[in-house]
């Protein structure tokens, strides 16, 4: 008889095959700039049949991130964007319809993968005003839970949890056995980490990608940090060879370039200044303190302004519906400063 899992048939998920080439991207969190181009022809130019040939090899790269993090290799496993780490961190720490606890909104895919390998996903909903209340939280940590799920910053709120507030939830979960996954794919965007409970603890899993700031969404490269035990139990997942050569040499060039890295904040910085200066000047209220996007509530329905953004103007951005109490608003990446005079320019025009 033909088998069709059940978990997979009823599974909701929508898949966008839009070309955006041709666009100005300010919906799905990229660099829109990208990395400069001499640096992207300088990185190519070492590319050498070899490379392509081979089996990438990841052990070389994954020594350089350990001295650029200041661990060693036993607290990191490689993996094809973080997405592909949160995905083992849940099939390897929790079981059939156990409980995962995480806030929504949030990065999408947890509550796929949740779904995929029948768990019981408990969501902890943000407030009217788009705070998160830490005591939702440690109110639905049961002791049948089995694992957390944070962002810092999260993606689409833009909040952060502080020290103190990180170090009670810890507690919380440390007294009821509970594994933390802390999801810091717009860390570079925000200065604050957790990565030393990762580094130095246990239980305690931290996630990123080299898609946000690091502009190589179309590489696929993100990494977890763990405790070296936790840290095995995610690479027994890996398929061989799941990260790719590209990704990899293109990863450490960002890492080891004097400035590259200080360049990309510098620009980003400067980027989410100015906007935030002429929203503010223009009478638009706006959320997200941290992370490299905004949710920007319009004077008219938000959905006719991005349809026109893109048929007028060739700019994508988002809507999001029921945004606490900015209701319907827009979604927009940031990114430096001629691009967001681009979407400023444009919103001015539209939103009438």
């Known amino acids: 008889m033909y088998y069709l899992n059940p978990k997979v048939e009823n599974l909701y998920r929508i898949f966008d095959q839009n070309e955006r080439k041709d666009y100005l991207r300010l919906d799905l969190n990229e660099n829109p700039g990208g990395l400069p181009e001499d640096f992207i022809r300088s990185v190519l130019a070492d590319v050498t049949p070899q490379l392509v040939a081979q089996y990438p090899e990841t052990l070389h790269f994954t020594e350089v991130l350990a001295d650029y993090l200041g661990t060693d290799i036993a607290h990191l496993c ?16 929790t079981g ?91 860390h570079y965007f925000y200065p604050k980490t957790f990565i030393r409970y990762a580094l130095e603890g246990e239980h305690v899993f931290i996630t990123r990608t080299f898609s946000k700031l690091f502009s190589m969404a179309g590489c696929r ?40 890295l ?56 988002k809507t999001y519906p029921g945004v606490g109490e900015f209701g319907d608003c827009l979604r927009v990446s940031i990114g430096e400063r001629r691009y967001m005079e681009r979407f400023t320019e444009a919103l001015a025009e539209l939103d009438r």
């Open 78 to 93: 490689l993996v094809n964007g973080s997405a592909e780490g949160i995905r083992y961190v849940i099939q390897a720490f």
């Open 96 to 186: 059939e319809g156990g409980r995962i606890v995480g806030v929504v909104p949030s990065y999408f895919m947890f509550q796929v993968y949740s779904e995929m390998y029948g768990r019981d996903f408990v969501k902890v909903p943000y407030n009217e005003d788009l705070s998160m209340d830490i005591g939702k939280i440690l109110d639905a940590l049961t002791e049948d839970t089995q694992l957390l799920i944070l962002l810092n910053p999260n993606n689409p709120m833009g909040n952060v949890y502080t020290d103190e507030e990180f170090e009670t939830i810890l507690a919380a979960a440390q007294e009821k056995q509970i594994t933390i996954l802390v999801d810091e794919a717009y």
């Open 221 to 260: 490269l993100g990494y977890v940090a763990g405790w070296p035990e936790g840290i095995r139990m995610v690479q027994k997942m890996c398929t061989p060879h799941n990260t790719n050569a590209f990704a990899m040499k293109f990863a450490e060039a960002v890492l080891t370039t004097p400035g590259m």
């Open 262 to 317: 200080d360049g990309l904040i510098g620009r980003f910085r400067e980027g989410r200044s100015w906007l935030i200066s002429w929203l503010d000047a223009n009478g638009y209220p706006h959320k997200g303190e941290a992370g490299n996007f905004l949710f920007i509530k319009p004077r008219t329905p938000a959905q006719r302004i991005v349809d026109r953004m893109k048929a007028e103007k060739k700019i994508l951005i």
